[in-house]
């Protein structure tokens, strides 16, 4: 029991105080997603235009949620989570994006934002079952998934001198 309360204190905690976890659904690689603490569960917003994706998270079903330290980055905690997809204008969702809101960065429409999110997006729980795996001994780094960003190309041949003629001046 003691040790059950100490796993349930450590997922909250850790994942309360980092601003970004790892999310997994059942067959797709981990993404990371920018996420809420609220009332017991991580709360994430995503699947819309402008919104991070979540990867294959369903609700229903289950996913599985790792944590990093917010001053190192290492893994400190990995768990399960059961999805809970919640009703736009519900209570539990306004609940849950009245927090979202306050942490959400660069937002594009400002405060018609709610009304995208729920217009366009999904807004889900990711509630611990009370099962934490244990952390891997190796490196679990992975090619990157497909983007459409390219890699910085060569910088054109007259720009040191543009470059230098500013610090003669």
Known sequence: MTSELLGQALVEEATKKSGLIWAKGPGVPA??????WHEGAACVVGD????QPLPALADGGTGEV???SKDKGGRLVCWSARVVELAPGSEAWQEAVAALKGKRLNAPDGEAMTDRWARECRVLRLEPTGSTAPLPDGALAEAPLPSPATTRQPAPAGLPRLLLKRRRR
């Not at 819309?48 to 919104?51: D, F, N, R, T, V």
């Open 31 to 36: 993404r990371p997603l920018w996420h809420v």
């Open 48 to 51: 819309g235009p402008g919104e």
């Open 66 to 68: 790792t944590v990093r």
